[in-house]
């Protein structure tokens, strides 16, 4: 299983032959031998096989062996601080195997919108130690909590993955205040006869909560640990840019969700959030359309789904104005277009992705079309009027020439070079006869998002009996 998780990325680059899915195919073989359930050793196999999962369509629910994993963890009492004493050595291992599951279970719970498998209230332990396991193993003390802190910046092997634990905690905080069922009063609410959403009365306790997230963000980029020479994906600065923008793009969109009034008037706090919006979601798409150049990065569906959902939300803050000063540099055009040329990529590589991206690419064209292009056309006749004016009776007789000559081209060179001309698409044509809706096909969205959900939702996983026999304990 090592083999297989890090092999795909060099697989995928080109840099290696050696197949991962055959590694993992060689692991399930000894899949019914081996600890799933009953042990510490047990989570970590099945925290494996789920990092596979997260590259490869693998037939297992992903989010069910995250709940596995997590149900275990609070039966051996991982969550809580130890009353006895451990080795420092060991007390780190069980920290690090809690906090991974902890990270599992917000991934995948936070892309399903389903229930946490744990509240954060009811988490006592604490974070890993950021110190080397050598550091630990010759410091000489009886207890974890007795080694001394790091007194210089330099990055330790836990660095990052502390860094993306507190992360975590950020986002599953916005999950619980800003989106739907995740609060544990909403279901008592429910009862009541209210909902949960009952608990922002204004604008203001939105805004209220808005602002104490963004800095709790800020603050946690402020802290990024940095690396004078990356030796992975996860040691590069661009990789924490990418993480914050797509966090802060989930605050923005909660905010949005939860504002009382729909009748958006854009001033002081809406626009704040609305101007934030776009402006992660943005940087989502650039972010990743840089790492994807670079190399750096591979696809997933998680990936899909952050890049997708992006897309939709600039598009949903050009449709409502809230972009209007930027379109004579025509960055949306830019960031949309770059956003359909990485959604083109991802339906190359994942077919049952190909309905979500034709459906991107027609909103995309129908947002420039109508709003975009009709907004630059306002400016120009605007700016036509007010030249015509201004040069009534200097021998100028239009001032046609003027204003063709100023206006900008609506070629494709105009938009900008595609980051990812490897992949170069050739922009949208409603005409074509080949792409058509075909909602009863096997265009089907809805078939096509319970394809794309299967390795998160449901599966099985192909063994023998030896392991539903140990699962009907849970």
Request: hydrophobic share 35%; proline share 4%; with cysteine.
């Amino acid at each position: 299983m090592v083999f297989a998780v890090s092999a795909t990325t060099k697989h995928r680059s080109g840099l290696t032959c050696q197949d991962p899915y055959g590694y993992f195919k060689a692991a399930e073989a000894y899949l019914g031998n081996i600890d799933l359930i009953g042990n510490v050793d047990a989570i970590q196999n099945l925290l494996l096989i789920t990092r596979f999962g997260m590259y490869h369509h693998i037939g297992t629910s992903l989010w069910d062996i995250s709940q596995l994993c997590m149900r275990q963890c609070i039966e051996w009492r991982l969550h809580l601080r130890r009353s006895v004493l451990l080795d420092p050595l060991t007390e780190q291992h069980y920290r690090r195997i809690f906090w991974a599951c902890y990270v599992l279970d917000r991934h995948n719970s936070g892309i399903l919108g389903r229930p946490f498998g744990i509240l954060d209230t009811d988490i006592d332990v604490q974070l890993p130690a950021d110190v080397d396991d050598e550091t630990i193993v010759n410091s000489g003390v009886d207890s974890l909590d007795m080694i001394a802190p790091r007194t210089d910046s330099r990055p330790t092997e836990l660095s990052v993955f502390i860094h993306c634990i507190k992360l975590r905690q950020i986002s599953s905080r916005i999950h619980t205040d800003f989106y739907t069922g995740r609060s544990p009063s909403s279901h008592q609410s429910e009862y009541a006869g209210n909902t949960s959403s009952s608990k922002f009365k204004s604008i203001g306790h939105v805004y209220t909560s808005f602002s104490r997230f963004y800095s709790e963000l800020k603050a946690w980029w402020s802290t990024n640990p940095t690396f004078s020479n990356p030796r992975s994906l996860y040691e590069k600065p661009e990789w924490h840019a990418f993480l914050y923008e797509k966090d802060l793009m989930l605050l923005a969109r909660g905010a949005l969700y939860n504002i009382p009034s729909r009748s958006y008037s854009f001033g002081g706090p809406v626009k704040e959030i609305f101007l934030t919006c776009y402006q992660a979601a943005s940087r989502v798409i650039e972010l990743y359309g840089d790492l994807m150049q670079k190399g750096a990065i591979t696809w997933t569906r998680t990936y899909f789904q952050v890049i997708f959902t992006a897309g939709l939300s600039v598009i949903y803050c050009i449709s409502q104005g809230v972009v209007k000063d930027m379109m004579n540099g025509r960055e949306p055009v830019k960031t949309l277009t770059l956003c359909r040329e990485i959604l083109a990529l991802f339906r190359e590589k994942m077919p049952d992705a190909g309905s979500f991206t034709f459906v991107f690419e027609v909103l995309e064209s129908e947002c420039i079309r109508s709003k975009i292009n009709v907004e630059e056309e306002a400016q120009y006749t605007e700016s036509a009027t007010t030249y015509n004016i201004i040069n009534q009776g200097t021998g100028a007789e239009d001032g046609t020439s003027s204003l063709t000559d100023m206006a900008p081209q609506q070629d494709s060179t105009d938009v900008g070079n595609s980051h990812l001309n490897a992949y170069h698409m050739q922009p949208f044509d409603q005409e074509s006869n080949d792409m058509t809706l075909n909602f009863t096909g096997n265009l089907d969205l809805m078939t096509q998002l319970q394809t794309g959900m299967d390795e998160y939702a449901w599966g099985w996983i192909p063994m023998d009996g030896n392991f539903w026999d140990q699962t009907t304990f849970y």
